[in-house]
Structure formats: structure tokens, C-alpha cells
């Protein structure tokens, strides 16, 4: 199941969220919040946001939209393609 990054709609599979907590040495629902902050730069040691083109702005849109909504990753799957 592919959650997306709100900067530039990129997918990432929701079970990547376990490798940046294990990455982070962090919780889950730390990476989760990491994830709702930085988007993609959730990868970027930095602690920088997202900087990367825009991938999909309808999915960026959907993305920000899930994540107001709830702050649990399993609700942000939603793909802006069935809306």
C-alpha cells in the first residue's frame, strides 16, 4: 500500500515507514510524524523538507488533504486516481 509525499506526490510503500524508524532509531508513529512533516526529505539526514520536482500535484494534493485528516499512515493511502 503506497502512501504519498505532500511536497511532490511521489508513492512510497507504507512499510518504509518501519525502515526510517529503524534508520532513525525512532518509533513508528515518530517516522509517521517525520514522514507527515518532511515528506520524501524523510530520508535526507538534513532534517530538510522535500525539495524534489514535482512528481504528481493531484497526488501532493490528496496526500496534504489524508494527513489533515488522520494521523495514522494507514489512512493517507489514498490515490488521488479514484477520487
Same mark, same amino acid.
Given at each position: 500500500?503506497?502512501?504519498?509525499?505532500?511536497?511532490?506526490?511521489?508513492?512510497?510503500?507504507?512499510?518504509?515507514?518501519?525502515?526510517?524508524?529503524?534508520?532513525?532509531?525512532?518509533?513508528?508513529?515518530?517516522? /509517521?510524524?517525520? =514522514? #507527515?512533516?518532511?515528506?520524501?526529505? +524523510?530520508?535526507?539526514? $538534513?532534517?530538510?523538507?522535500?525539495? /524534489?520536482?514535482? =512528481? #504528481?500535484?493531484?497526488?501532493?494534493? +490528496?496526500?496534504?488533504? $489524508?494527513?489533515?485528516?488522520?494521523?495514522?499512515?494507514?489512512?493517507?493511502?489514498?490515490?488521488?486516481?479514484?477520487?
Amino acid at each position: 500500500m503506497d502512501i504519498y509525499c505532500h511536497r511532490c506526490g511521489e508513492p512510497m510503500e507504507v512499510d518504509a515507514l518501519h525502515d526510517i524508524a529503524h534508520e532513525f532509531e525512532i518509533t513508528y508513529a515518530d517516522a /509517521a510524524k517525520r =514522514f #507527515s512533516e518532511l515528506g520524501c526529505g +524523510v530520508w535526507d539526514h $538534513s532534517g530538510e523538507p522535500c525539495n /524534489a520536482p514535482m =512528481f #504528481s500535484p493531484k497526488q501532493s494534493v +490528496v496526500a496534504i488533504a $489524508s494527513m489533515v485528516m488522520s494521523d495514522h499512515p494507514d489512512d493517507w493511502a489514498a490515490d488521488a486516481d479514484f477520487l
